[in-house]
Antibody, heavy 119, light 110 residues
Framework: EVHLVDSGGGLVQPGGSLRLSCAAS????????MDWVRQAPGKGLEWVAR??????????NYAASVKGRFTISRDDSKNSLSLQMNSLRTEDTAVYYC??????????WGQGTMVTVSS | QSALTQPPSVSGSPGQSVTISCTGT?????????VSWYQQHPGKAPKLMIY???KRPSGVPDRFSGSKSGNTASLTVSGLQADDEADYYC??????????FGGGTKLTVL
């Protein structure tokens, strides 16, 4: 069964850092692009970042709201995806979802991990 | 990249049909046939319902259908059932490995 498990969320002060992880199973991780999507409390979905696969040079792209602060990465040997979040702001408070990217849609989603940025 | 425009809410009675619109620009919805739709029940992760404008993933009922005209995509849910009550989000590829979501629409089954 295809499965994504998000982890690493928690409470962090403004200006702090946090690293999210996503463990993938049930599919050939190396073949797929992967993305992070977030959802602030009571709000809609916001695409955060995308990383391509090895044939596409592991290219990373970011939403303007996180560019320069967040870094998406992957470890194909461990079937894992990460999101390093620095200089966190209160507006980064959200549930963060790891998603499998089928090139034209996000076809598998993790259960989400909550990040709260507050003093 | 601005969010795609969706109506905040739609409603319909069981058995009826409803349509949710998703309006973008020529740089996203109008520029690519890569519009997808997601269903989200409260407290749950989103689920892919439609991809590439009108294709259904395996397991999604054919009561769900998608279309696009110009810069506006639409999701139609026919034969409404109680379990269809959820939030629905559209998404479009916006070029340069970027995606953009709509603001979401709450579907209420009366």
């Amino acid at each position: 069964e295809v499965h994504l498990v998000d982890s690493g969320g928690g409470l962090v002060q403004p200006g702090g850092s946090l690293r999210l992880s996503c463990a993938a199973s049930g599919f050939t991780f190396t073949n797929h692009y992967m993305d992070w999507v977030r959802q602030a409390p009571g709000k809609g979905l916001e695409w955060v970042a995308r990383i391509t696969n090895k044939p596409s040079s592991y290219t990373a792209n970011y939403a303007a709201s996180v560019k320069g602060r967040f870094t998406i990465s992957r470890d194909d040997s461990k079937n894992s995806l990460s999101l390093q979040m620095n200089s966190l702001r209160t507006e980064d408070t959200a549930v963060y979802y790891c998603t499998r990217d089928a090139f034209t849609a996000l076809d598998v989603w993790g259960q989400g991990t909550m990040v709260t940025v507050s003093s | 990249q601005s969010a795609l425009t969706q109506p905040p809410s739609v409603s319909g009675s069981p058995g009826q049909s409803v349509t949710i619109s998703c309006t973008g620009t020529t740089t996203d919805v109008g520029g690519y046939n890569y519009v997808s739709w997601y269903q989200q029940h409260p407290g749950k992760a989103p689920k892919l319902m439609i991809y590439e404008v009108s294709k259904r993933p395996s397991g999604v009922p054919d009561r769900f259908s998608g279309s696009k005209s110009g810069n506006t995509a639409s999701l139609t849910v026919s034969g409404l059932q109680a379990d269809d009550e959820a939030d629905y989000y559209c998404n479009s590829y916006a070029g340069s490995n970027n995606f953009v979501f709509g603001g979401g629409t709450k579907l209420t089954v009366l």
